[in-house]
T-cell receptor, first 108, second 115 residues
């Protein structure tokens, strides 16, 4: 069983809409979770991390964590064409274990 | 000033050759990592060094040998290259591995193509 699973893409959303990305993890003891964005041909860059149950907001991004359900999500509000990228969910356990990523395309 | 740098950016070589990739970070971090991203874009940890000491060694063929001359540098040497080694290799660094807020910063990647 994969450690981190993400909803399969690609995900296409119109400009201005909300993009919703989901991630589940297998290790109930996992404590902190990271969302990275990766543009084509570039390196992953951090969007945000979360380690407490509930919501965490940063600008147009909101991460949600539910440890009981072993579920992490990322919402992108008011999606822009510049948000078109692959979004990687990762579990932090002295290393980052990544999901396969969800590719998001924002249609102008 | 680049935080995590890698050289070379592109590497094209023949099967059976030996090659090295170099990584340097100027963030003052104690821990450095090597990740491999395959053609399906799956990013997977290979090695991690903390202050020159190997702390993570995933199931990687022993043709891959990391070396850390100091905590700011982590190199990756690959012997007897195979077609399946073709991938993008990312170096990363962080300060406190395992901490809830520990953020890893990635280098620009090295695209290795084995012919």
């Amino acid at each position: 069983q994969k450690e981190v699973e993400q909803n399969s893409g690609p995900l296409s959303v119109p400009e201005g809409a909300i993009a919703s990305l989901n991630c589940t993890y297998s290790d109930r003891g996992s404590q902190s979770f990271f969302w990275y964005r990766q543009y084509s041909g570039k390196s992953p860059e951090l969007i945000m991390f979360i380690y407490s149950n509930g919501d965490k907001e940063d600008g147009r991004f909101t991460a949600q964590l539910n440890k009981a359900s072993q579920y992490v999500s990322l919402l992108i509000r008011d999606s822009q064409p510049s948000d078109s990228a692959t979004y990687l969910c990762a579990v932090n356990d002295y290393k980052l274990s990544f999901g396969a990523g969800t590719t998001v395309t924002v249609r102008a | 000033d680049t935080a995590v740098s890698q050289t070379p950016k592109y590497l094209v070589t023949q099967m059976g050759n030996d090659k090295s990739i170099k990584c340097e970070q100027n963030l003052g971090h104690d821990t450095m990592y090597w990740y491999k991203q395959d053609s399906k874009k799956f990013l997977k940890i290979m090695f991690s060094y903390n202050n020159k000491e190997l702390i993570i060694n995933e199931t990687v063929p022993n043709r891959f040998s990391p070396k850390s001359p100091d905590k700011a540098h982590l190199n990756l040497h690959i012997n007897s290259l195979e077609l399946g080694d073709s991938a993008v290799y990312f170096c990363a660094s962080s300060q406190v591995p395992g901490a809830d807020t520990d953020t890893q910063y990635f280098g620009p990647g090295t695209r290795l193509t084995v012919l």
